[in-house]
């Protein structure tokens, strides 16, 4: 898939996490995979010096981060295979990670739900019973 | 690698981890759903093929998410599972959105307790909001010092 590739734009890769995320909806097995990271360049890369052992820690302004996703397939299964990814840029990382949040948390429905009702019955029960 | 007990756990390793190795560090949350197991009724009863159709089709798979910090270069995993709806969107929100800021290098947000205090955009401009606003900085920075005696 060449398309997948190249990184999304914000509105897109949500649109199709969502997607990726309905997906999943209806059948009861599979898995997603989401990952983040900063996006290096191996390039330039500022390589350790006597001077600056640790290059990394020093920054001297904020970078960019990647958000990858996948249905986890592997490259036999090529065909269904759907990767994603976006890069994010610092100014924008509050903003992405609620959209983010809202569409991971609707997405995965089939983690428990909170179950006050059963609690509260349980308590009940508690109480009454002694 | 043991998964870590609580999400906070988790939270201040993967953040430990992440300042000393920004660069490499990576996060991924795994959210897998699975069948649920079937409960094999016992044979003999009659009735039991048609309960045994019936609950599985009532019982819902069942989802679970792991969220997992690895860092390839020093081959730390830092790994957290859970099963409650409840915690995708303070992961994802605060705790991934946290470790996101550090990933790019931003400063680290301002304390929670003192949001409360800070004041509004436009109360520079006002000369009697000032006192309130050194008030909520004292305040602060009390909250500071008690979150770090807290770290020892």
């Given at each position: 898939m060449p398309s997948s590739k190249s990184h999304l734009s914000q509105t897109e890769f949500f649109d199709q996490l969502e997607k990726l995320f309905s997906h999943r909806k209806g059948s009861d097995h599979g898995a997603i995979y989401l990952t983040q990271k900063r996006l290096t360049h191996s390039e330039d890369a500022t390589l350790p010096s006597p001077d600056e052992?640790?290059?990394?820690?020093?920054?001297?302004e904020p970078v960019p981060i990647l958000i990858r996703a996948s249905n986890g397939k592997s490259a036999r299964e090529r065909g269904d295979k759907v990767r994603i990814s976006t890069v994010v840029k610092p100014d924008d990382l509050d903003g992405f990670y609620v959209r983010y949040a809202d569409i991971c948390k609707a997405g995965m429905a089939a983690l428990k739900p909170r179950d006050r009702s059963k609690k509260k019955a349980k308590a009940k029960k508690k109480k009454a019973g002694p | 690698m043991p998964y870590f007990e609580t999400a906070q756990e988790w939270l201040d390793q993967s953040n430990l981890l992440l300042q000393a190795r920004p660069a490499t560090t990576r996060i991924t949350t795994r959210y897998s759903i699975k069948p649920a197991r079937t409960r094999k009724s016992k044979t003999g009863d009659e009735s039991a093929t048609d309960d045994a159709a019936a609950t599985t089709e009532t019982k819902p798979p069942r989802g679970s998410l792991v969220i997992k910090t690895y860092d390839p270069e020093s081959g730390v995993v830092l790994k957290y599972r859970t099963t409650?709806?409840?915690e995708v969107s303070r992961l994802f929100q605060s705790s991934l959105g946290r470790l996101g800021r550090g990933m790019a290098a931003?400063?680290?947000?301002?304390?929670?307790?003192a949001m409360p205090d800070a004041p509004p955009?436009?109360?520079?401009?006002?000369?009697?909001?000032t006192p309130t606003g050194t008030a909520g900085q004292q305040q602060t920075g009390g909250g500071g010092k008690r979150k770090k005696k807290g770290k020892k």
């Open positions: 052992e640790f290059p990394d820690l020093n920054l001297s | 409650k709806a409840a931003m400063p680290e947000p301002p304390v929670e307790e955009a436009g109360a520079a401009a006002e000369g009697a909001s």
